[in-house]
């Protein structure tokens, strides 16, 4: 019912907006800053999925005249505008926490929040996990952003109900200013991950050594036949679609007929071992 990149942004958004109404209510309840922390996080978490959810639609438009190599980019756009609106997230719950330590505001009814956090732990948990996977097959950085995101609200929950219970058989309320303030540094942590990722492939980074590894042996397979050897290999991705250009060095006999069969040869290898590959050969004679 909810497989495919748009789908799962769809569930994404349902799932969070219940934690968003749960965390506020309880937050507004109790007085915990930590679960009010917990609550703008995932109404962040709601905005980059809103987000995600348009740039997937952007990025799953064809190549036109205007944007021949496609649309793919605007993932990788959503992924920052993720990383930031986190970094903001964070830096404006340690400034809260900050001010809350000068008032000792006592906390009221901490098992209503513990239950919440219990609750948030497990749907962020299966949620993150539904995400990653979809993300592996669909190749989105977007949804990737995303599971991240979620996965580390699992920890913060965690980190706020350990503080709750803390609390609660302690009655020490300053625990729970000082985990807020830890939990936003998770986020800002968070924050640079994604921040760093999603960066790389708006300034046409390399793909990954493994990922080059495959493109080469493809072609140093035919080394000794025809195939003489290659250079330039130059590669990139745009959102899920990879991009591979290099000179291909042929023997000086061979055909145009025998060279084009060799380049469509690798092309079909290549796309076999990558998915969603653009690939340009240019064909050199051997001196």
Same mark, same amino acid.
């Given at each position: 019912? @909810? #497989?495919?990149?748009?789908?799962?942004?769809?569930?994404?958004?349902?799932?969070?907006?219940?934690?968003?109404?749960?965390?506020?209510?309880?937050?507004?309840?109790?007085?915990?800053? *930590?679960?009010?922390?917990? /609550?703008?996080? #995932?109404?962040?978490?709601?905005?980059?999925?809103?987000?995600?959810?348009?740039?997937?639609?952007? /990025?799953?438009?064809?190549?036109?005249?205007?944007?021949? !190599?496609?649309?793919?980019?605007?993932?990788?756009?959503?992924?920052?505008?993720?990383?930031?609106?986190? $970094?903001?997230?964070?830096?404006? %719950?340690?400034?809260?926490?900050?001010?809350?330590?000068?008032?000792?505001?006592?906390?009221?009814?901490?098992?209503?929040?513990?239950?919440?956090?219990?609750?948030?732990?497990?749907?962020? %948990?299966?949620? #993150? +996990?539904?995400?990653? +996977?979809?993300?592996?097959?669909?190749?989105?950085?977007?949804?990737?952003?995303?599971? =991240?995101?979620?996965?580390?609200?699992?920890?913060?929950?965690?980190?706020?109900?350990?503080?709750?219970?803390?609390?609660?058989?302690?009655?020490?309320?300053? %625990?729970?200013?000082?985990? /807020?303030?830890?939990?936003?540094? !998770?986020?800002?942590?968070?924050? @640079?991950?994604?921040?760093?990722? #999603? $960066?790389?492939?708006?300034?046409?980074?390399?793909?990954?050594?493994?990922?080059?590894?495959?493109?080469?042996?493809?072609?140093?397979?035919? !080394?000794?036949?025809?195939?003489? *050897?290659? =250079?330039?290999?130059?590669?990139?991705?745009?959102?899920?679609?990879?991009?591979?250009?290099?000179?291909?060095?042929?023997? +000086?006999?061979?055909?145009?007929?025998?060279? =084009?069969?060799?380049?469509?040869?690798?092309?079909?290898?290549?796309?076999? +071992?990558?998915?969603?590959?653009? %690939?340009?050969?240019?064909?050199?004679?051997?001196?």
């Amino acid at each position: 019912m @909810f #497989s495919g990149r748009s789908n799962a942004a769809r569930l994404s958004i349902l799932v969070v907006i219940l934690l968003i109404l749960l965390k506020v209510a309880v937050g507004v309840i109790t007085g915990s800053l *930590s679960i009010l922390a917990q /609550a703008v996080d #995932s109404f962040l978490d709601l905005f980059a999925v809103s987000i995600t959810f348009l740039a997937i639609r952007v /990025a799953s438009k064809p190549a036109d005249a205007e944007h021949p !190599f496609g649309h793919g980019k605007a993932e990788n756009i959503a992924a920052i505008v993720q990383a930031v609106l986190i $970094f903001l997230a964070g830096g404006s %719950i340690i400034y809260t926490a900050v001010q809350r330590l000068r008032t000792e505001t006592a906390l009221e009814l901490t098992e209503a929040g513990m239950a919440v956090m219990a609750v948030s732990i497990l749907v962020s %948990i299966f949620l #993150s +996990r539904y995400l990653r +996977r979809v993300a592996k097959q669909e190749d989105s950085a977007a949804l990737e952003a995303n599971a =991240h995101n979620i996965a580390a609200d699992v920890y913060s929950a965690a980190a706020v109900l350990v503080g709750l219970i803390v609390v609660r058989f302690t009655g020490l309320d300053i %625990i729970d200013d000082i985990l /807020a303030g830890i939990v936003a540094l !998770f986020i800002l942590k968070v924050a @640079f991950d994604v921040l760093r990722h #999603s $960066f790389g492939a708006l300034v046409d980074v390399k793909l990954p050594e493994e990922e080059e590894s495959a493109v080469k042996a493809a072609i140093t397979e035919h !080394f000794g036949g025809e195939v003489v *050897s290659f =250079h330039k290999l130059r590669t990139r991705k745009a959102g899920r679609q990879r991009y591979i250009d290099l000179h291909l060095v042929m023997p +000086r006999q061979v055909s145009i007929e025998e060279a =084009h069969g060799m380049c469509d040869h690798l092309e079909k290898d290549m796309r076999n +071992r990558l998915r969603r590959t653009d %690939i340009t050969i240019h064909v050199e004679p051997c001196d």
